[in-house]
């Protein structure tokens, strides 16, 4: 069974690009969306599970919005200066992390609560 898919949207596309890089590695299919409205159409095309979203192009109220509509989406909110305060608004969204775009563990980490036990097992393998 290949892992779920993980979407990216985020403000810099060479970032954009690094995350697709390193997330191809744990995911079957990684999708970049370039606005708001892009990735909720990604969302719904492929079912994915993960969603890695630069604040820059997703707000904070998007964020809310997609963790109501979509509830078993995991959200990992980015931004390329994040700080406490942004890392609370994001999780009150509904963000299941909040960090570096570049923090690749933290995003995996954070990703892992969407793909059931017996794939996490075939990643870690």
């Known amino acids: 069974m290949p892992s779920p ?3 990216i949207a985020q403000n810099d596309p060479a970032t954009a690009e690094e995350l697709t890089l390193d997330l191809k ?3 079957s299919r990684v999708a970049l969306a370039s606005s708001a409205s892009e990735l ?4 719904l095309r492929h079912q994915a599970r993960v969603a890695v979203l630069d604040t820059e192009i997703v707000s ?3 964020i809310r919005e997609l963790a109501s509509t979509f509830t ?3 959200i990992v909110a980015t ?3 994040p700080d406490e305060r942004m890392w ?3 999780l009150n969204a509904g963000a299941a992390e909040f960090c570096h775009p570049h923090d690749i563990r933290s995003i995996l980490r954070a990703s892992r609560a969407a793909i059931p036990a017996a794939q996490r097992t075939a990643m870690a393998a």
């Open 5 to 7: 898919t993980v979407i």
């Open 25 to 27: 590695a744990h995911f």
């Open 40 to 43: 909720r159409t990604l969302l």
């Open 60 to 62: 904070l109220e998007e």
């Open 72 to 74: 078993a989406l995991t």
């Open 79 to 81: 931004h390329r200066s």
């Open 88 to 90: 609370m608004a994001a």
